[in-house]
Nanobody, 123 residues
Framework: QVQFVESGGGLVQAGGSLRLSCVAS????????MGWYRQAPGNQRELVAGISSGGPTNYADSVKGRFTISRDNAKNTVYLQMNSLKPEDTAVYYC?????????????????WGQGTQVTVSS
């Protein structure tokens, strides 16, 4: 089973930036779409950014123009650069993988979540 280790979260003031990292175990990383999800207290987990195995990306409307997802297949790592952070971005952020960007949107086949990394944005 593929495992994910997220890091890079923290406390930041509104308008600040953070860069999240997620290292995935296993040998199938390069062939999988990767996504960053977040879950705020009382809310459902939502996909905020995805990147396919070939490079195309998609973003939730709430983060477009502020967040950038990227991947380094040699390091089995996916990143999320978060700029112009807002208090409503406060959540635990998780990464996961899927067969495609659409599969990420639907959370298809996802049965395991890592521990996530907490992002807190103060106003």
């Amino acid at each position: 089973q593929v495992q994910f280790v997220e890091s890079g979260g923290g406390l930041v003031q509104a308008g600040g930036s953070l860069r999240l990292s997620c290292v995935a175990s296993g040998s199938t990383f390069s062939s999988r779409a990767m996504g960053w999800y977040r879950q705020a207290p009382g809310n459902q987990r939502e996909l905020v950014a995805g990147i396919s195995s070939g490079g195309p990306t998609n973003y939730a409307d709430s983060v477009k123009g502020r967040f950038t997802i990227s991947r380094d297949n040699a390091k089995n790592t996916v990143y999320l650069q978060m700029n112009s952070l807002k208090p409503e971005d406060t959540a635990v952020y998780y990464c996961n993988s899927g067969r495609s960007l659409l599969a990420l949107v639907r959370s298809e086949g996802i049965t395991y979540w890592g521990q996530g990394t907490q992002v807190t944005v103060s106003s």
